[in-house]
């Protein structure tokens, strides 16, 4: 019994914390009517933490090429590239990619969680050292974990604490993997990538940046923040998914070293995984285009994102360091989290809650995504329950 | 700078000392994680003071060995070691 004794332990601080008949964690939505609400119980919701950017889980281009792709070459590919082959639609999705970002090669992965994964432990291995920002996906702590190599943590955001640890390695900067990312999923703010490059290009190590939260958000074309900082040859690797701004599932790593495509032979999360199935590949090619040509889908969404940020201030949360389509409200004790998420549901909207360890500084999180498909309606009422719900969190 | 074992043991019990009551006594082994109630986020945060401290790079892998105060001094004087 001692192998399943740790899984109690989870089960008693799970119950200890939550209260009954309320699945906080993995809510069941009985119907998605919308690519912003839904129903859970008999209740209709707006979602408002599903990482939905752009709104384009309904777009009828995307679900016009997955029907398509779906009656031409069956709902999977049953095993992954390396075994069963590259489709037509995969090779196709990894040039338009590289084309994307003007890059010389893409490699395509079935999740966003496996991109990081299969891309770090790929570039890096024993006797290197990735340096990673303390607040990184559990992707990139996972890939660095897999790779073999001496994972140094830097503090969030803090070039001095990274120039202060790159110097500490002295010649074995020079086999350092840096690692940021594009907008942070916990706090919603963007990495100072123009510090980071000069720190990389001082040090002579190689940067990996994973655009994941803002690929479709920031940058005239949507590549993230390597276009709104016009820094996109300096960054050597990026990688992101296709789980939210492009409404599917999956992952991309680009990059223009020639080394990319040699990745295919020795990362095992790639080689050992089933590969994305047609229909993932046909909506997500027709969401790239879209992404593109979405520059009024990116100005819907920030605008949304500024306004219920700007209301969430007034309101006097406490949120993330800057507006962002992640809006993460920062409460001091997991009941004040609880009771906001639970307010939020009872009137029909439905966020993100994060509990510690997950969130940052012992603090803990009811985090809300913008969508450019909320309504200004939907903003405004959404700004409405959290004045509500104000003094009952704050008494 | 301290570099032998004791030095780093009484400066280990000055960053630990924030993780207890005032009357708690900290000793070589007590449990990081069972009596200082200190989880996996909260280990990685104190490694970054650690590292400031002593001016070292301690990897987060090397950690996985470690349960006790004294194995984690034992890690520290184990990289200043190698590092003089």
């Known amino acids: 019994m001692s192998l399943l004794n740790k899984l109690d332990t989870v089960a008693a601080a799970r119950k200890a914390l939550l209260p009954e008949g309320i699945e906080v964690f993995g809510t069941p939505i009985e119907e998605v009517y919308s690519s912003t609400e839904a129903k859970i119980g008999n209740h209709r919701i ?18 016009r090429a997955a029907h398509t792709a779906i009656d031409s070459e069956g709902t999977g590919t049953t095993g992954s590239r390396m ?27 079935t999740t966003g969680y496996q991109a990081n994964l299969a891309t770090i432990s790929g570039l890096a291995g024993a006797g290197d050292v990735v340096l990673i920002d303390g607040d990184s996906h559990a992707s990139i702590y996972d890939g660095c974990r897999l790779s073999g190599a001496e994972i140094i943590r830097f503090r969030h955001n803090d070039m001095t604490d990274l120039d202060k640890r790159l110097r500490r390695l002295g010649e074995r900067s020079r086999s350092t993997l840096i690692i940021a990312e594009g907008i942070y ?4 703010d963007r990495a100072p990538l123009v510090d980071i490059v000069r720190l990389k290009n001082t040090y ?63 990362s095992r999360p790639y080689i050992f995984t089933a590969s ?3 229909a993932t590949i046909a909506s997500t090619r027709a969401a790239l285009k879209l992404l593109h040509d979405g520059v009024e889908l990116r100005q819907q969404l920030w605008k949304n994102a500024r306004q219920l940020y700007s ?30 998420w639970k307010g939020l549901l009872e009137r029909g909207i439905y966020v993100n809650l994060i509990l510690p360890p997950a969130a940052p500084d012992g603090k803990s999180l009811v ?27 704050f008494q | 700078m301290a570099s032998n074992y004791p030095d780093i043991l009484q400066k280990l019990y000055h960053h630990l000392k924030q993780f207890t009551g005032p009357d708690v006594e900290i000793t070589p ?37 470690v349960q006790t105060v004294h194995e984690l001094a034992n890690l520290i004087h184990q990289i200043k070691s190698a590092k003089q």
């Open chain 1, 46 to 63: 707006l979602f408002l933490g599903t990482n939905n950017y752009l709104g384009l889980t309904f777009a009828p281009e995307c679900l």
């Open chain 1, 83 to 109: 075994a069963n082959g590259s489709y037509g639609g995969h090779r196709a999705l990894e040039r338009e990619l590289a084309d994307f970002y003007h890059c010389q090669s893409c490699i395509v992965f």
């Open chain 1, 185 to 188: 999923s916990m706090l919603g």
């Open chain 1, 204 to 266: 002579n190590s190689i940067l990996l940046l994973d655009e994941a939260h803002s690929l479709g958000v920031l940058g005239q074309t949507g590549q993230g923040l390597v276009e709104e900082t016009g820094l996109i040859d300096e960054v050597d690797f990026i990688t992101g998914t296709f789980s939210k701004s492009l409404g599917g599932i999956g992952g991309y790593c680009v990059s223009n070293h020639p080394q990319l495509d040699q990745l295919r032979y020795v």
């Open chain 1, 276 to 278: 994305p199935t047609p």
């Open chain 1, 311 to 340: 209301r969430l201030c007034e309101l006097g949360y406490q949120l993330g360091p800057e507006p962002s389509p992640v809006i993460a409200n920062i409460l001091d004790t997991p009941q004040q989290a609880l009771t906001l």
């Open chain 1, 367 to 393: 985090r809300c995504s913008v969508s450019a498909a909320h309504t200004s309606e939907q903003m405004n009422y959404v700004g409405q329950s959290f004045a509500e719900l104000r003094d009952i969190i």
């Open chain 2, 29 to 65: 082994q007590t449990d990081l994680i069972n009596q200082l109630a200190i989880d996996s986020v909260k280990l990685l945060n104190l490694i970054m003071e650690i590292e400031d401290e002593f001016d070292i790079s301690v990897p987060i892998n090397a950690l996985a060995d």
